[in-house]
Nanobody, 123 residues
Framework: QVQLVESGGGLVQAGGSLRLSCAASGRTFSTYAMGWFRQAPGKEREEIACISANEVTTYYADSVKGRFTISRDDAKNMVYLQMSSLKPEDTAVYHC????????????????WGQGTQVTVSS
């Protein structure tokens, strides 16, 4: 049973930064790609970042490219999302997810999800 627990969300002013963390347990973390999704009220869930198992490949949605950075620490079974230059439209619940494969092959290819952490950006 895979468990993913996010932390690091909160309230921040526009232009500020936050670092989200996701702790994974339950199976061999290092062999799977990991992603971050977000869902704002009334909107569909959006894949915003992914990092492959070997860290060779990363993917970013256009909405966050250049502002967010995904990273992982396989020794600690952790994945991170560094968010900078935050905007009010970044307000959402952020979830980490474990991919079913070692590479970032699409938003429909995730098996496990965390409960999420709320990020609120004030203007």
């Amino acid at each position: 049973q895979v468990q993913l627990v996010e932390s690091g969300g909160g309230l921040v002013q526009a232009g500020g930064s936050l670092r989200l963390s996701c702790a994974a347990s339950g199976r061999t973390f290092s062999t799977y790609a990991m992603g971050w999704f977000r869902q704002a009220p009334g909107k569909e869930r959006e894949e915003i970042a992914c990092i492959s198992a070997n860290e060779v490949t990363t993917y970013y949605a256009d909405s966050v490219k250049g502002r967010f950075t995904i990273s992982r620490d396989d020794a600690k079974n952790m994945v991170y999302l560094q968010m900078s230059s935050l905007k009010p439209e970044d307000t959402a619940v952020y979830h980490c997810a474990e991919h079913r494969d070692l590479d970032c092959t699409g938003s429909d290819e995730y098996n496990f999800w965390g409960q999420g952490t709320q990020v609120t950006v004030s203007s």
